[in-house]
């Protein structure tokens, strides 16, 4: 079972980084992009949680917690 919510986790998180992604290219980032020199604050959320749900899931693929 941890494994399935392992896969489940890491497919998130890949695609909350690829969704993420687009919208840091998007006209409207990469307008506010020049002016402020960072990138929008819902682009970056989108990349630290598909980061944390991606690690999660490696965790929960690779060292699952045996259960008693």
Avoid: C, E, N
């Avoid at 941890?2 to 998130?12: F, H, P, R, T």
């Avoid at 402020?36 to 929960?60: H, M, N």
């Amino acid at each position: 079972m941890q494994k399935i919510i392992g896969i489940i986790s890491l497919v998130i998180g890949v695609l909350l980084l690829v969704w993420g992604h687009s919208i840091a290219q998007s006209v409207d980032s990469q307008v506010k992009q020049i002016f402020t020199g960072s990138p929008t604050d819902r682009a970056t959320y989108y990349y630290i949680a598909g980061t944390v749900l991606g690690l999660f899931g490696l965790f929960q693929i690779f060292w699952p917690k045996k259960l008693k």
